[in-house]
Nanobody, 122 residues
């Protein structure tokens, strides 16, 4: 079955950086779209990024453009999210998800992982 395992979350100071990884397995279709979304308890999902693994096209949510970068290693079935200049507004549980393609709002995925907590605090 499809599995996604996120790693790399933790505590970071405001202005700091953090890198997340998402290892994907069990996907049976070619060139999936793999992305990240985040969620704070009681609030709706916020789309962060998505990458089309076939051609590497990337998409970003407005709140993270210029600060976050997503990339992929197709050989390792892994997608990365480099997060720079973090603020307290970025604190959330970050999930990676996979679907046939990237969703317009970057929040709809057929499968997603358990999530990894990102805390931004001094």
């Amino acid at each position: 079955q499809v599995q996604l395992v996120e790693s790399g979350g933790g505590l970071v100071q405001p202005g700091g950086s953090l890198a997340l990884s998402c290892k994907v397995s069990g996907v049976t279709w070619v060139n999936p779209g793999i992305g990240w979304f985040r969620q704070v308890q009681g609030k709706k999902r916020e789309g962060i990024s998505c990458i089309r693994t076939g051609d590497g096209t990337t998409y970003y949510g407005d709140s993270v453009k210029g600060r976050f970068t997503t990339s992929r290693d197709n050989a390792e079935n892994t997608v990365f999210l480099q997060m720079n200049n973090l603020s307290q507004e970025d604190a959330a549980v970050y999930y990676c998800g996979v679907d046939f393609n990237c969703d317009y709002e970057l929040v709809q995925y057929r499968y997603w992982g358990q999530g990894t907590q990102v805390t931004v605090s001094s």
